[in-house]
């Protein structure tokens, strides 16, 4: 993984005094909250419902286990003993007190982490597949190009107040998992035909109040042009975007709006001026930051099919496990983990001190040194021998991360909602709970399939709801929490948007509505094998609102 260089510890080693001097500026009452508040945005720090709220970047979503041991003593020390994983492959910290954010920054700085540039209107942390350089679907590593565009983009002069945020993901495999489809740039890592590393670009997606899915302007873009190219669509973007509108500033309505023809050729023209110059990257530099990627050296372990065999026959819930949590590696000796982070009843996301630390242990015992943060709020250990599945596995176990539910109806993705967040009008946190009790028999979850279930406590849409096969929206209406269904979101290389199923329920209505659309779905599949997805895309949404509304539905 890459290693902070002398100019990144000076950068954060500065950016930690220059915070330090604002904060107790701002607690001597030198500044007010309203004149502090775009200075702490730049460093993360977030006002919630109860607390100020600390965001951690976490690029592409790779760890060191001496991160996550830092990640777990400020949890311990300085907020409530635990840290919530984001759908950015961030963590917030809920709890930290303001005259203690300082000394966090300086402890993340020592194990080169910190929180610059995870709010405000800037280019935020860039994610990618969290199986990156381990996948066996993989055409090559996105991770170094991300960290070419994380170098690229850090307090870039040109770019840090720019209309809104801006958010860029990059994946490197046929199987789109790091949702480039719904980011203001999203990157498709692919081959040529003459075998030329390359990318599909598309830009302009984006949920909130106003989804969109992005538009390719590009088949394939030169790898030494990625910056040439991505600084020409943020100058067309910078120029042109909507800033007499927070609602209509991001990149998804300038696209809207001018045209994707039109905007493309604005894209083009202002690239063909930049191609040639000194953004145009090298052959030897993309090199230099490939090498900090270099996947590490697996060594044979054939003994692994045996153990393996023998392990799942005796041991039932191990085989479940198996089944549902690990993904094709590269080397045929090893296995991507996915640690759950949604235990039934538990807060998705969300993870103890200890259990920080013990995953850590685990990856330097078995995961070779390396953790994967998912934009699904899991982690991965993307280098596991089979041979060693079973005392992994073991060791999740004694720590309460042994759920094998990764893709199943209770691996929901949620924001925190109105339990911490200032702008959410509905609680996320609950309805989750709710629903992974009721679907909490592991064998009915199974017999369900895969079934992406995600939860936005407002229109912001940090839970991705839009992109769920079952998306819930909280609102709020009247005074009371209401929540909508959509249905037949996908945020893979198929992207689609849910649509509305009908009006909304209440909270005491939600978890019934969810088991009546799951339901009807098993009971009109074809077979076992057509997921809820592939069902709800051949069958539309008459079946479903005939289910939760009867004779309204008819009425309608």
């Not at 800037?122 to 055409?139: P, Y």
């Not at 912001?460 to 929490?481: D, Q, T």
């Amino acid at each position: 993984m890459y290693r902070y260089d002398e100019f990144d510890h000076a950068f954060v080693k500065a950016r930690v005094a220059e915070f330090r001097d604002q904060v107790e500026r701002r607690l001597s009452g030198a500044l007010t909250e309203e004149q502090f508040k775009p200075l702490r945005l730049m460093n993360g720090v977030y006002l919630q419902l109860h607390a100020y709220m600390l965001r951690i970047a976490i690029p592409y979503g790779t760890l060191a286990p001496r991160q996550m041991r830092m990640l777990a003593h400020i949890a311990r020390t300085y907020d409530k003993g635990y840290g919530h994983f984001t759908t950015r492959q961030n963590l917030q910290f809920h709890w930290p007190a303001l005259k203690d954010v300082p000394e966090i920054l300086e402890k993340l700085a020592s194990v080169e982490m910190h929180s610059i540039q995870t709010s405000g209107n800037c280019i935020r942390n860039v994610t990618a597949d969290h199986f990156a350089g381990a996948a066996a679907d993989e055409v090559a590593d996105p991770r170094p190009y991300a960290e070419i565009l994380r170098q690229w983009s850090s307090l870039h002069p040109e770019f840090s107040y720019l209309p809104r945020k801006f958010k860029i993901a990059v994946t490197g495999a046929e199987s789109d998992r790091a949702a480039v489809q719904v980011h203001d740039i999203g990157l498709h890592l692919k081959k040529s035909p003459e075998g030329r590393l390359g990318f599909a670009v598309y830009v302009g997606g984006g949920l909130g109040r106003t989804p969109m899915i992005a538009k390719k302007i590009r088949d394939f873009l030169p790898e030494e042009d990625l910056l040439s190219y991505t600084t020409a669509i943020l100058r067309v973007y910078n120029l042109h975007g909507r800033r007499d509108n927070k609602f209509k500033a991001r990149i998804k309505i300038l696209v809207h709006e001018t045209g994707t023809e039109e905007l493309a050729q604005q894209v083009e023209r202002e690239y063909l001026a930049l191609r040639e110059s000194e953004l145009k990257l090298p052959e030897d530099d993309i090199q230099a930051i490939r090498e900090y990627f270099a996947p590490p050296l697996l060594p044979v372990r054939s003994e692994g099919e045996a153990l393996l065999a023998s392990a799942t026959a005796t041991d039932a819930r191990f085989a479940t496990w198996v089944r549902r949590n690990l993904h094709t590696h590269k080397h045929p000796d090893y296995a991507c983990v996915t640690i759950s982070l949604k235990g039934i009843g538990e807060v998705p996301g969300d993870i103890s001190a200890d259990q920080m630390e013990a995953v850590a242990d685990l990856a330097e015992r078995y995961g070779q040194g390396e953790i994967r943060v998912s934009h699904e709020q899991n982690l991965v250990l993307p280098h596991v021998a089979r041979a060693d599945l079973k005392a992994v596995y073991e060791g999740l176990v004694e720590i309460g991360l042994a759920t094998a539910n990764a893709g199943l109806v209770t691996d929901i993705i949620a924001c925190p909602g109105l339990d911490y967040c200032a702008l959410a009008n509905a609680r996320s946190i609950p309805v989750a709970q709710q629903i992974a009790i009721r679907f909490a028999d592991q064998s009915r979850q199974e017999e369900i399939g895969d079934l992406k279930l995600k939860i936005s406590g407002c229109i912001n849409a940090c839970g991705h709801h839009h992109v769920g096969h079952i998306g819930i929206l909280g609102v709020e209406k009247k005074g009371a929490e209401l929540y909508q269904v959509t249905l037949g979101g996908s945020g893979d290389e198929n992207t689609t948007l849910g649509e509305i199923i009908g009006r909304g329920f209440g909270a005491d209505e939600i978890v019934d509505a969810v088991e009546t659309i799951v339901e009807t779905y098993l009971g009109l599949r074809q077979d076992k094998s057509e997921t809820f997805l592939a069902a709800y895309r051949r069958l539309g949404s008459a079946p479903f609102k005939e289910a939760l509304y009867g004779s309204e539905a008819k009425a309608a």
